[in-house]
């Protein structure tokens, strides 16, 4: 298990190596006024771009700059943010609140009722709660993310004005917890209907093959009760490649919930990452990337985990 | 006292009538055998006594417990049964058991289920009840999970957990079918234990005859879905009234017999199958005239032994192999032997012995880790790809499962040419290659799904047969066919040989089988022959105790005979068959941890087994150092 770990970890740490090169490259390679041009815009004038190469250093050599690069961002620095000035870091370590409780927030909803519908579908398939669910996940997955999003705050504001809820900058639950829940609620459950109807097609699916198994039926034959059979003996093995989509889903999303935190007006990851990329803000386009790297990496290797106490056959080797 | 009493059952799928009329009632300690071919309708039978049937399965007639209705009682009645009064051992013991589980609360939990006591106490009685089942060591080995179990282990679990509430009825459905021969054996003595303890009323469903002499008190014979005949298990063998059971007993291979009398003696088999042979398949397919790339082959390499009274060129030579996986014991080490032509050297063995991977090293013509290979007098170390391609044509191989092994997305036609498009050659001989395995050339347009098992084991041998091979290596071919269908693709096979002139390297696990296919067999125990010698000899007189225990342990279809005879039960498992396989075998004599003889030697003889590996001589014989009998 530790070997394991470890090897994984190398594995990882690899792999965010070659995402800071291949980023690096894609904004620093080539001659040193191209690639000043290319960061100032095609119509700043030429002090602006000696500044740039002046700060930057593009005239060092590319592999100075390449060390220089690596080094400083094992120190954690990620460069100050052309636009505003302040550190890439201390932007992200703000934006990042917001992203995380958005994600995890979401993701307790959406696996509870993701699981729970499966589950449901899949002990009578082709029955009337089967086709019920079918219906509400076919819609869940077409409806686009910013529709729902703005027929939720229609609905808040106009409808349902006393609930208080309403998009707007997120807000630690620490200062002001109902002001928390009240910016909250709306994009947890906008974010978990989506993703939701994908994880009950997945559990159904599973659960499926899973009670078709013949220790089902060894379960069956020794009189276990229905719920035992369905719990104990049948989702235990089908949550396998659940928790497989659900690692690369939170990795995924922790990378920025991009159109949910607009929508919202959430001042998360995903909101800094569609204005750096706007404003062709390179350091927090680079730090951005390399974080939602970082991210998918240790989902993984968090899933690998999940597996052998899920399931005793595998073996972290 | 009667204690299960089913009357008129009839099961139906939709359109499909699975099960008709069958009626037959079981006593307090009695063992009823069901005894039938593959889709006649047994396990669907006491699956409907269970009510374990899918919901579209409809059910009729009447199936009493204690004078107690089953059939249409409510699912909560059934729960409340299933596992108390009627418990139930099924087929596979790797799918049976919920991988995800420790064994010890799979059985606690069959004992919760049904009586109030805590899970410790639970789990207490799990750990008496492996004991029973013959677990070793059965605390420790209640907390492995399934996976860490052999074949035979599980099926003990199985049997634990059925036996648990001691049930009035214990349903075994085919419970031996996927063990090795010796393992069957135990589990076998294993159900007997179970009725005594038990005093449970038995129904032992089977489709191997001699399974059902050995421990049946009555037998019921089914085909199609109906009963043929209920009998007692005398009269069942003795006395056969139907002639349908009287061919099932024919088409059982008796090891025990001189093969003249024995089933595969060439009498015709039901059902009529398309006749193996058709006078015109001769011009279509003309006999395998010696190959006019013969010349180029080195002169074959003599091996030294068994030279002496075989005739024929080695087709294939095995000379100290070796193959091991990563850094684990050997899977296969130092074997040797030789197949001269249109010779058939039958491999025996239990699971995890070496036997396929013995075949894959021959297979791949590479460079073996150890040893050396030499087919057809070419020594497969040094070959470039292409020669590598052109000793495949010789060179050419039939998979077991018939059901796996042919693409369901490929018609016969193309599965049977791929071979010859593969070496470029031209396509139309498929017809007569179809004919030729006693199929109809029509057959071609279809896919192998529209087939019966023997018939796709048909299919598979014509595409092995496509390029005129002068060798097939042939693993476990009939296992997984019905007796009456091994028998007519063995008769097959034989015909074949004779016809084209073809050598068999033969791997099976079925002695019976062996005997009747093959000129020398070898007997394979943890990646070594043990023994090799011609099939009379060593089936008369087994010089190696693994052979005699292995022959010992197949069951005899004679009631009287089987009762009679002393068991020399093998213990233990065989050593490949599960993952906790220590680093390595033991040192000295491989067999001793399971021999019957070793525990019996004076210690002066028994040291040497520990010190020293017993060897195969230079000619044919038994790798033991005892193998007269143990006494010198």
């Known amino acids: 298990m530790t070997r394991f770990l470890l090897r994984r970890i190398l594995f990882g740490v690899l792999v965010l190596w070659l995402v800071a090169t291949t980023v690096f490259l894609l904004f620093f390679a080539g001659p040193a006024d191209s690639v000043a041009r290319r960061?100032?815009?095609?119509?700043?004038?030429?002090?602006?771009?000696?500044?740039?190469?002046?700060?930057?250093?593009?005239?060092?050599?590319?592999?100075?700059?390449?060390?220089?690069?690596l080094g400083n961002l094992l120190h954690g620095d990620l460069g100050i943010s052309f636009i505003s000035q302040t550190p890439v870091t201390t932007l992200i370590v703000q934006s990042l609140p917001g992203t995380l409780w958005l994600v995890a927030g979401s993701a307790v909803l959406w696996m509870t009722a993701g699981i729970t519908g499966g589950v449901i579908s899949a002990t009578r398939p082709r029955g009337l709660r089967d086709r019920v669910t079918t219906v509400l996940v076919l819609a869940g997955i077409s409806v686009p993310t910013f529709i729902l999003g703005m027929l939720m705050i229609y609905l808040a504001l106009s409808v349902f004005p006393w609930f208080g809820l309403g998009p707007g900058p997120y807000i630690s639950p620490l200062v002001d917890f109902r002001g928390f829940l009240q910016v909250m609620i709306m994009p947890w459950v906008c974010l978990a209907v989506v993703q939701a109807a994908v994880y009950v097609r997945l559990t159904r699916g599973s659960m499926l093959d899973t009670l078709g198994e013949d220790y089902i039926r060894t379960a069956r034959a020794k009189g276990a009760p229905e719920h035992r059979i369905i719990y104990r003996h049948g989702l235990r093995a089908a949550l396998t490649p659940v928790i497989t989509q659900f690692g690369v889903d939170i990795g995924t999303l922790l990378g920025g919930v991009v159109v949910t935190e607009s929508v919202f007006g959430l001042q998360g990851l995903g909101q800094l990452m569609i204005r750096s990329v706007r404003d062709g803000d390179l350091p927090v386009i680079i730090g951005a990337a390399i974080l939602a790297a970082a991210f998918i990496v240790i989902?993984?290797?968090?899933?690998?985990?999940?597996?052998?106490?899920?399931d005793p056959r595998v073996r972290l080797a | 006292m009667t204690v299960l009493e089913v009357r008129d059952l009839a099961v139906r799928f939709g359109e499909t009538q699975a099960v008709q009329g069958v009626g037959f009632e079981v006593a307090r300690g009695e063992v009823l055998g069901i005894v039938g071919e593959s889709g006649s309708g047994k396990s669907v039978s006491v699956l409907a006594v269970l009510g374990l049937l899918p919901p579209r399965a409809v059910v009729s007639g009447s199936v009493r417990l204690h004078g107690r209705e089953l059939l249409g009682a409510q699912e909560k009645e059934l729960t409340a049964l299933r596992g108390k009064s009627m418990a139930m051992v099924f087929q596979d013991p790797l799918a049976g058991l919920t991988p995800v589980h420790r064994v010890g609360d799979q059985v606690a939990e069959a004992v919760r289920v049904h009586q109030r006591v805590s899970s410790k106490a639970a789990r207490l009685r799990a750990v008496e009840l492996l004991d029973l089942v013959g677990i070793p060591d059965p605390a420790r080995r209640a907390r492995a999970f399934p996976h860490e179990f052999s074949g035979g282990m599980r099926q003990r679990v199985m049997i634990a957990m059925a036996i648990a509430n001691d049930p009035d009825v214990l349903i075994c459905d085919e419970p031996t079918t996927a063990l090795d021969v010796?393992?069957?054996?135990?589990?076998?003595?294993?159900?007997?234990?179970?009725?005594?303890?038990?005093?449970?009323?038995?129904?032992?469903?089977?489709?191997d005859i001699g399974v059902v002499a050995g421990i049946a008190d009555r037998v019921l014979v089914m085909r199609s879905g109906q009963v043929v005949e209920t009998a007692t298990v005398d009269d069942l063998f003795y006395r056969p009234r139907s002639p349908f059971t009287r061919t099932l007993l024919d088409a059982v291979p008796r090891i025990h017999d001189h093969p003249a009398r024995s089933g595969y003696s060439g009498r015709p088999v039901l059902p009529p199958q398309p006749a193996p042979a058709h006078p015109g398949d001769a011009r279509s397919t003309p006999p395998v005239p010696a190959h006019s790339g013969e010349a180029r082959s080195a002169p074959p390499v003599q091996v030294g032994w068994g030279a002496v009274r075989r005739g024929g060129r080695a087709v294939l030579e095995v000379e100290g192999l070796v193959k091991r996986y990563g850094r684990g014991g050997w899977v296969v080490d130092r074997v040797s032997f030789d197949v001269r032509a249109g010779e058939t050297l039958g491999l025996v063995g239990e699971s995890g012995c070496g036997k396929t991977t013995l075949l894959m090293e021959i297979l791949a013509l590479g460079a073996p880790q150890g040893g050396r290979v030499v087919v057809f007098g070419r020594d497969t170390a040094g070959l470039s790809g292409r020669e590598r391609l052109g000793l495949r044509?010789?060179?050419?191989?039939?998979?077991?499962?018939?059901?796996?092994?042919?693409?369901?997305?490929m018609t016969v036609h193309d599965i049977v040419a791929e071979p010859l498009r593969a070496h470029g050659l031209p396509i139309d001989r498929v017809g007569g290659l179809l004919r030729l395995v006693g199929l109809e050339a029509e057959h071609a347009a279809r896919y192998p799904q529209d087939f019966s098992g023997g018939q796709r084991q048909r299919i598979a041998i014509a595409r092995a047969l496509a390029l005129e091979p002068r060798l097939l290596v042939l693993d476990e071919p009939v296992s997984a066919l019905d007796v009456s269908i091994r028998a007519e693709v063995v008769e097959l096979l034989l015909e074949l040989k004779a016809r084209l002139g073809l050598s068999y390297l033969f791997v099976a696990h079925d002695l019976a089988?062996?005997?009747?296919?093959?000129?020398?067999?070898?007997?394979?125990?943890?990646?070594?022959?043990?023994e090799i010698g011609p099939v009379e000899d060593v089936f008369a007189e087994p010089r190696h105790p693994y052979t005699r225990a292995l022959l010992a342990a197949v069951p005899v279809p004679d009631p009287v005979r089987e009762r009679a005879r002393s068991r020399l039960l093998l213990s233990g498992d065989p050593p490949g068959d599960h993952l906790l396989r220590p680093a390595g075998p033991p040192s000295g004599c491989r067999f001793r941890t399971r021999c019957p003889l070793y525990p019996g030697l004076p210690s002066v003889l028994g040291s040497r087994c520990v010190s020293e590996e017993p060897e195969l001589g230079a000619a044919d014989g038994a790798a033991c150092h005892h193998s007269s009998g143990g006494i010198g």
């Open chain 1, 39 to 69: 960061l100032a815009g095609p119509r700043a004038p030429i002090e602006v771009i000696n500044q740039i190469k002046d700060t930057l250093g593009l005239n060092r050599p590319l592999w100075e700059q390449y060390v220089s690069f």
């Open chain 1, 299 to 310: 989902a993984n290797i968090l899933v690998d985990v999940a597996y052998s106490f899920l």
């Open chain 2, 182 to 207: 010796t393992v069957q054996a135990q589990i076998l003595d294993v159900l007997r234990t179970a009725r005594r303890e038990t005093g449970a009323a038995v129904v032992l469903v089977t489709h």
């Open chain 2, 393 to 409: 044509r010789d060179l050419q191989v039939v998979f077991q499962d018939p059901m796996a092994s042919l693409d369901p997305r």
């Open chain 2, 513 to 530: 089988v062996v005997r009747r296919i093959a000129d020398r067999v070898a007997v394979m125990y943890s990646g070594r022959i043990v």
